[in-house]
């Protein structure tokens, strides 16, 4: 399956709050994964090396091209059944994070283009034992449960997820700004991710305000908007740090809207996601971003909202 073409028309829009998945099985189950990590997806027949004393979830390495890849059987990380079937099994190459990872599913479907307003977040009866569903999409009378790829990787090897270096307290004179005035907004639907810049920011000193979607996020900001209590948007909130792929409403979109509304369009956004390709960052761009970075970058997050709090 090849996924140039899809993904050329979803790079032409910015803050439609669509967003193109590839559905995959995993036994029964149906999943699905943003095809913008989607690098390409190949036959399970090519051979596989095995790895020493690896994760028990790595299937092995692949070498694709001359560049060796590590592969995850999803199916056993899952705790579930995969019946290999090397004409039917399929593994899906996916970069984020500034990872090339592999995933091995039992098969692959089709692409679909969908509104984020179709991706709901599970609530607890319905999430994966190991809280890896960010969100549920409704496809006809199919369901499938799109997945937290960095949240597994992460699992597998900390060291390829978030790792937030010792932040050095300052005082307000020494860098211009006092953080303990300022109200950071954090829009982020993993609960591993939101954590983690959470923590960071408040070590920092800023105050947080949480949103676990862009729908959330737009609610605090329209709030301050329409409230008598604030005579600007900075007297609520100073800037806003929003993830891209968000159930209900996505991060550009949000962005969007932020930046549309005369009332907010002061407002600083930056886009912190997994997936900042130079594509991503042209969309960012596009609706008004005042900044991007790539999750595996929280090093540099303080530094960029000091220098864009308002």
Not at 94 to 116: P, Q, Y
Not at 248 to 257: A, E, F, N, P, W
Request: aromatic share 6%; proline share 3%; with cysteine.
């Amino acid at each position: 399956m090849t996924t140039d073409s899809n993904k050329q028309a979803i790079l032409l829009e910015s803050g439609t709050n669509e967003l193109e998945i590839v559905e995959f099985a995993i036994a029964d189950a149906l999943y699905a994964i943003n095809i913008a990590k989607v690098r390409e997806i190949i036959k399970a027949d090519i051979d596989l090396v095995s790895v020493p004393d690896a994760h028990n979830s790595i299937e092995g390495a692949i070498n694709l091209r001359g560049k060796i890849i590590p592969v995850i059987n999803l199916a056993k990380h899952l705790n579930e059944e995969l019946k290999f079937e090397k004409k039917i099994n399929r593994i899906i190459i996916a970069e984020f994070n500034k990872l090339t990872v592999g995933f091995l599913v039992s098969s692959v479907a089709k692409i679909h283009r969908l509104s984020w307003r179709q991706v709901e977040q599970p609530s607890d009866m319905l999430q994966t034992e190991g809280g890896y569903a960010v969100g549920i999409i409704k496809i006809n009378e199919k369901v499938l449960f799109l997945l937290d790829f960095e949240k597994i990787t992460a699992n597998i090897n900390p060291n390829a997820g978030i790792v937030a270096p010792k932040i050095a307290r300052f005082e307000p004179a020494e860098i211009g700004i006092d953080r303990s005035t300022k109200v950071v907004l954090v829009a982020e639907d993993s609960e591993f991710t939101r954590g983690m810049i959470i923590d960071y920011l408040t070590e920092a000193g800023y105050k947080i305000l949480v949103a676990h979607n862009g729908e959330e996020a737009w609610s605090h900001i329209e709030a301050a908007i329409n409230s008598s209590s604030f005579a600007r948007i900075s007297d609520y909130i100073n800037l806003v740090i929003t993830d891209i792929e968000m159930p209900q409403v996505d991060g550009l979109h949000l962005i969007k809207r932020i930046k549309d509304e005369k009332k907010s369009r002061s407002l600083p956004c930056i886009a912190f996601s997994s997936m900042i390709t130079p594509e991503l960052t042209f969309k960012c761009k596009q609706v008004g971003a005042d900044g991007e970075i790539a999750k595996p970058d929280i090093g540099i997050l303080i530094d960029l909202v000091d220098s864009k709090v308002s």
